[in-house]
């Protein structure tokens, strides 16, 4: 039976969330204090802001609504103004902070020299820590340098280190990020240690049960998953990671797609799912090696057991009569499976309107016992092997150029290839690949390219072996300013503009216009691609919220409008 128990726990969280993570929130000010060499607190933001995996910038800041920062960022000796997002922690030294309502700090705040304002009316997921008195630092080219220690300050510095231990345990309790039909509304709740020094983590462990809210609790292997998570890091400023899990979970298939929460809302709201999905039941460990601050190495080995799911009925408050499309069977069976990934983002400012390169390259070498497999027409792919070792080899390469254009403009460029490599075995069902929908092609129906043509599966799974995507985006501001306006200063030509501020009423820097262009293939063999596919379209952006129409250049496709609340790449 249906039941808007997901709903309400969804609701629950989003109220609970905001309030929970200010009371979180510590607030520390220490007076008169010189914070120098002999401080544990001025050597922390130092320590941090020196870190080659840190934004580091010298003077003014600011990150405005229509931009959001990946990873931490440290400033120096300017104010700094936060209306847009930082993903990671931020260290001010020597200078203030202010946090606009629509400002976000998805980490730590540590602010030494300084005061902040309005931290009750943004959000801040970690702690914050406010010290009044300035570091005793000077420049040294891209670095900072603490200057000699005094005996009272090596006396404060004990005490703070006693009030400020650097183990954090907590509870968690959220949500899976998601709605969909086969889990409903997954409740992730258990403990989570953390050993944290200089504000880098060092040591991580979870453990947290799933509650499936879309079942009944009555069959507990598919009702209640648990993940269980152990990470160690060794590296110091140049970190190695190793790592371990267990999982009892449901996976998606081609998440390289849509976001989770673009997939829960779609889900919940409009009664369309975007994804596919199975049970992965196993372990896996890994090593992870980040030389640079741009560069990410990781290799894991996972056992796995993969079985198929089926839909479940999750409630929604619109077209909860109808139908849900069914989850396609998998090749089910135990999987050796083998990853190894590079990850490099020359960009100093992830998400935001800066130059640099972005790659992704992942190789998947799986080897299954036992397979089940279901029977798939011969132009899908010949039987794979049953009584004997399953082999398969899956390449995922995604490179792409951002290149900024004047203040407001960027040029992006991407290029996307997929599928099986090698003379291996073919692919199993659950790595295999589709083009078309919300993303990445919106001028296409769901899974246009999803080489199915021959199948009777109402499930429409997607079945190429291969892929190949190119797209290229420009994206620049509408600014509704009405004096000179440039980072850092503005001129107001009206007395009314004094307590008019586009900032905290509307949007810094203005709605974003985007203008779009897709084209793919997908197909089955070891041809090259086929015909390529082609639409244009065009759309309007208030912060991460976007409106986009779509035009497929092909006869008899409509005009398609789709929303969105992420950049699409």
């Known amino acids: 039976m249906r039941r808007p128990f997901g709903l309400v726990v969804l609701a629950v969280s989003m109220a609970v969330s905001p309030t929970a993570a200010r009371q979180d929130t510590v607030i520390v000010i220490e007076r008169g204090v010189r914070l120098d060499a002999g401080s544990r607190v001025a050597r922390e933001a130092v320590d941090f802001f020196n870190d080659r995996a840190v934004t580091k910038v010298f003077g003014a800041f600011t990150v405005s609504t229509s931009e959001a920062v990946d990873g931490d960022v440290a400033v120096y000796g300017g104010a700094v103004r936060i209306s847009g997002i930082i993903r990671g922690d931020l260290v001010v030294i020597n200078g203030d902070l202010r946090l606009l309502p629509s400002g976000q700090v998805r980490g730590n705040i540590l602010v030494v020299g300084g005061s902040v304002t309005g931290l009750q009316d943004a959000r801040v997921d970690g702690n914050a820590r406010i010290y009044s008195a300035r570091v005793a630092a000077r420049r040294e080219n891209d670095r900072l340098e603490l200057l000699p220690a005094t005996r009272g300050a090596r006396r404060d510095d004990e005490r703070r280190r006693r009030r400020f231990p650097q183990t954090h345990a907590s509870m968690v309790l959220s949500t899976g990020d998601t709605y969909n039909r086969v889990e409903g509304l997954p409740i992730h709740i258990g403990p989570r240690i953390e050993w944290r020094t200089f504000g880098r983590r060092h040591l991580f462990i979870e453990g947290l049960a799933i509650v499936r809210t879309a079942g009944d609790l009555e069959n507990t292997q598919e009702d209640i998953g648990f993940t269980a998570n152990a990470e160690w890091n060794i590296g110091g400023r140049s970190p190695v990671t190793i790592g371990g899990r267990g999982y009892n979970a449901v996976t998606p298939i081609e998440a390289w797609q849509l976001h989770s929460d673009e997939i829960g809302l779609a889900t919940f709201f409009w009664h369309r799912d975007y994804r596919d999905y199975y049970f992965s039941r196993g372990f896996s460990g890994y090593l992870r090696v980040e ?25 929604t408050p619109f077209r909860g009569d ?35 390169w972005m790659i992704l390259a992942e190789w998947e070498h799986g080897r299954g016992d036992d397979v089940v497999a279901p029977i798939l027409p011969e132009s899908v792919r010949d039987p794979i092997p049953t009584a004997s070792t399953y082999i398969y080899n899956r390449l995922f390469i995604d490179l792409r150029r951002y290149e900024r254009i004047g203040w407001n403009g960027l040029l992006s460029l991407r290029a996307l290839g997929a599928g099986n490599i090698g003379n291996q075995d073919p692919l199993p069902i659950q790595r295999r690949l589709s083009l078309g929908g919300p993303d990445p092609m919106p001028g296409f129906q769901f899974r246009q390219t999803a080489c199915n043509e021959t199948t009777a599966d109402p499930a429409r799974p997607a079945l190429c072996d291969r892929i190949l995507l190119f797209q290229v985006e420009y994206r620049g501001s509408l600014s509704f300013s009405r004096g000179s306006r440039r980072r850092g200063y503005r001129h107001r030509s009206e007395p009314w503009d004094d307590w008019w501020d586009w900032d905290e009423w509307f949007w810094d820097d203005g709605p974003t216009i985007v203008l779009f262009g897709n084209a793919g293939s997908g197909w089955i063999g070891n041809g090259g691609p086929e015909d390529f596919a082609f639409d244009v379209g065009a759309g309007i952006e208030f912060g991460s919220v ?13 005009f398609r409008v789709r929303l969105r609340i992420h950049r699409r790449f």
Do not use: C, H, M
């Open 322 to 356: 109808e139908a849900w499309r069914p989850n396609p069977q998998i090749d089910e069976g135990s999987y050796t499976i083998i990853t190894s990934t590079i990850e490099w983002d020359s960009r100093p400012f992830r998400d935001a309107r800066a130059s640099g």
């Open 546 to 558: 976007g409106v986009y129409g779509a035009k497929a250049l092909s006869e008899g496709e409509p």
């Open 291 to 315: 030389p640079t601050g741009e560069l990410s190495i990781t290799g894991e080995v996972a056992r796995n057991e993969l079985t198929s799911a089926v839909v479940r009925d999750p409630w």
